[in-house]
Every structure is written in C-alpha cells, then in structure tokens.
C-alpha cells in the first residue's frame, strides 16, 4: 500500500475507534459521576434505570437524539451550525497521536506531544463561536471568560508538559514513556505534575474551574443556546477533554503503560481510571473559583512557578550531568 | 428595642425626616400607606441601629393630591418601598429616579389596596353573596 | 420530526417500527431534565425532593441545567402573577419538543388559596400554557412531587412517539 493510503486508513480507523471510546467512556463515566456524585451527597444515584442505573446515560442520549433542534432567530447561521464542531473534533483527534502501547499507536510521529498539547487549543475557537453566534449576551460572556481561562492555562500545562520534554530530551510521546522505566517523572518533578493535572483540569473546563457555567451567574455558559444533539456534542467534548488530558497525565507523568505483570494497555486504563476517578472526585467536592481569582492565580503564581521549575530543572540537569 | 410615634404635617415631612437622619437614624425600615375614608396615611418606620430605637412617622396625606417627598436622597434603602407605594396605593414620591410599578404588570390600571379599588378579575368568596 | 418519517420509510417491517418507538419512549421516560423554577414556597418542597433524602436522581431526573433551551420539564412550583406570565410563555417557547409542563402545588393548579379576592394572581398556570401533570397539595410532599414525576413517565409512555 502507498504511504498516503496507508496513513489515511491508519487515521480513519484511529479516529473511529477513539470516537467510540470516547463515547463507551461517556457511558460509563456519566454514570459513574452520577452515582459517585450521589453517593458523596448521601444519595444513591440514578437507580432504576437498568441494574442499578447503568443505563442512565443511554437513556439520555436516547432522548436528546428526540429533540428539536432550535436555532434562535439572531443566530448568525454557519457559525451557529459549526461550533458544536470544531469544539468536538480536537477533543476526538488528539486521540491519533495517543500511543497506547509501546507499538499502538495511530500516528507515529516525534512531535506527538505537540500535537496532543496543542489540538485543544483549537477548540476555544470552538467555544468562542458558539459564545458569539449564539446572540446571547450570557453565551458571549461566559465564552470570552472561557477562552481567557483557556488562554491562562495554556502556558503553566506547556512549561509543565517541557521540564518533563527536557527530561526525557524528546517530544514523542512513545520516547517519554520508555524514559520512565527506572522512575516516573511524577517523583521527579512533582510541581510540575500538580500544575499539569490541574491546568488540564481547567482546560476541559471540570469543577473547581467551571466558572465558564456558573449557574447561577451566567445560565448555562456559552451553550446557553444549544439544544438537542448538539447540546450533547458539546458534552462529548468536555467528557472527550477531560480523558484526553488524563491520558496526557499518565503518559507524562505516571509510566503510561508500564508496570509489571498485565499487559501495557491495562496498566494504562488502569492509571487513567485512577486520574479520572480523580477528577471526579474533585468535582463533587470542591466549590468553584471565582474568574478574577483564578486568573489572578494563574499568570501570577503559576506562570513564574513553572518557569522556575524549568530552570531549576534545567540547571540541576547540566550540574549533574543527567540525560544532556 | 424603644419605640415612639410622631405625627407631622406634609408640609414639615422632608424636615423631619433630614433631621431625623443627623440624629443617628441610620436604617430606613419601611415606608407604607392606609386608606382612611377622607384621607390617605403615610407611615414610616425610622430605625436608629446604634441606640436601638425605632421611629414612626405619620402623615396624612389629602386625597386629590397625593403627593409626598421622596427619602431616597436621603437613605438608598427606601428606592423599592416607595415603588410599592406608588403601585398600590397610587401615592406618587416627588423626587424619585424611578417612579414605576413593582408588583403588578405595567399595563395594570388601577390601585389595588385602595377601598375603592374594583375589579371584575376579583373573584369573589361565596360568604360574600349572602 | 424527521426521525419519525425516516422510520416510516417503506423498508422498515412494522414491528421494527414497534420496538423503535418503545426504545425511544423508554429513553425519553427515564431522562426528564427538568427546568429548576422554582417561584414560592413550593420551590422549597422541589429544592428538598432533589436533595438527598428524597433523592430524585434515582429516576434520572437531573436538576442540574439552569438554560430552558436543554430541558425537558418545567415544574411551575409557586404561586404564578400577571407579571410572570410573559416570561413564562417565552420559557415555554424556548424550549425543544418534546416538552412537558408539571404544575406542582394548588396555586400553579388553579389559584390555590389566592383564588378570592386577589388581583394579580393567574387563576391556574394552565391558562397560560398547556399542561400535562397536575399535583395538588399546598405544599405538596416530596413524596407527592415523585408520584407525579412518575405519572409523567407513565403519561410519556402511553403516548405514541408520532403525537408529540
């Protein structure tokens, strides 16, 4: 087969297998937050639907595929009908470069890490026309808040995401892993392990960083306008960004798919599970930031704290003569 | 909490309330109205937080022309009541920014708790027709 | 509904089209998102059934989008004045089909004890807006807002998928 088919066929296959994975993760995961959600609260969570509420989320999407789907009358046309789009695409494609395995992946490339980095950045594009083609002034509020926030994490997640680049001396993600096999670079460079995970936690917009849709100020945020089946793209996006950035975690910082007696893939999910249990977690429990306090956060503590961790990373790398 | 009651002219309302605000009464507690058959009363409830006192003030107020000063120049607080006032009793405040009814609908027409208020719309209980 | 005429077409057997329907009834009976309106006192007897004692995510109910244009459900839980009446009619307008109105407590019912001698409250919500489920009481117990939840999902049931 020629270079191009094969590549072709390699991405048609990727993005569909990660299309359904992202969507069986949306299955489990949304009834798992529910319940996980009840049970934090004291409550069981959805009960009756299926054993035990498994089916919760088929139900869901069963019933928003009814739908009408309203376009409101100022809605700028296109770009009403495109946003749901560009916002799910970048969540479902960085999936491509996501090696699973030593040998499993979609697209072998020595840049993979810009590549899964750098996707989600186009889905504030995503958010901002939905904000602005909406004809809602909470939409276009609650999205330029969101791209601000995206615009405020994305530096911290980058300077985190190039200590551990400089460490491991490659950008794909396949080489990060295999530099991992005497210890995770979590032990090593746990500061910039928090900030990772947490500004990836903001970029897929999850609780204690939601203030894009806090309720009870902006109504529902930038898909304020949004119903039906595009509503649930939206929601597939977040729940798409969310694994996406724990996967990025892992492979980053916590071995990916090594460990010693199951296969790869398993330790992989595995660790997966635990961040996004996780993130979860931090949803049921943690109020939410306020946007001038969490902006404030960002460029003023955590822009210098990742700068420094990359210095000091660096210095210590040349003094003590480690992987230069 | 220690209470007394004064009753001032219209004339001498805005005076008083001024000089009751240099006094220390700091708390515009309510400002409201009853429907006598010859004359409209207005009451207000003055609070002094730091000594603990209450104040009531009442005016009466001639029925063809119900006009009285606004306190809103005075204490912030009293903006909504005396909206209240006006969309129920039809009492206008001279003086204030945003003279409009607060309960009832824009295009409502009439005073509600005035005695002579009717309305079809009312339903009547069923010990009235007896 | 384009979904509806496409199932319709002369390739599908009528018992497929059976089973669609059903899947779909199921589907919409078991996810009610409804609107969180919360208007008087009854908004308090809502507020208590989500929460954690008479829990109502049991059934799927989520309370949790504050935006009508992803909702299913409105529950008017309150007494409902003349001024309210045109943003509840937009309200209504905004939201997607299928759609389904509660009208919970005895003043979203018919007036409830403001029916006498009152000049701006609406006689009953159903003046304003079409409604489906009715639950009386003043207000009503959580446990009377589930059963009325559940007389929605028996109404949703019954129903063909072609009315709505």
Redesign the interface.
Known sequence: MSLALEVTLRAIIAVVLGFSFVGLALVVLNVVERKLGGRFQSRYGPLHVGWHGSLQTIADLLKILQKELIIPAGADPVLFRLAPYLSLVPAITIFLAVPISENIVALESNLSLLIVLFLPAVSVFGILTAGWASNSKYSLIASLRSAGQMFAYEIPRTLSALSVVMLAGSLSLTEIVKNQQSIWFLVVQPIAFLIFFFTSLAEANRVPFDLTWAESELVSGFFTEYTGMRWAMFFLAEYGALIGSCFLTVLLFMGGWLGPFLPPVVWLLIKVSVLVLLSLWFRWTWPRFRIDQWLNFSWKFLVPLSIINLLVTGTLMIGLRVGV | MNERAICVRIEDLKLTLEHLHSEGYNYFSFVTAVDYPDHFLLVYGLVNTGKHEITFIETPLSKDKPVAPSSTGIWKGADWHEREVYDLFGITFEGHPDMRRMFLPEEFEGHPLRKDFQSDEVEKKPEDFY | ?G?KDAQKGPVMPAIHLVKLEK??D??????IWPLPWALACCGIEMMATY???F?L????I?G????P??C?AIVIAGTV???I?PVIKRLYQ?M???KYIIAMGNCANSGGIF??????VV?GVDTVIPVDVYIPGCPPRPEALVEGFLKLQEKILGES?AEK
């Open positions: 509904m979904l899947l779909f199921w589907g919409r009976k078991n996810s929460a954690s004692r829990d995510d049991r059934f799927g989520l949790g989008f504050p935006s244009r992803q299913d004045t003349k001024k009446v905004q997607p089909e299928p029916y006498y001698d009152s000049y701006n006689k998928a």
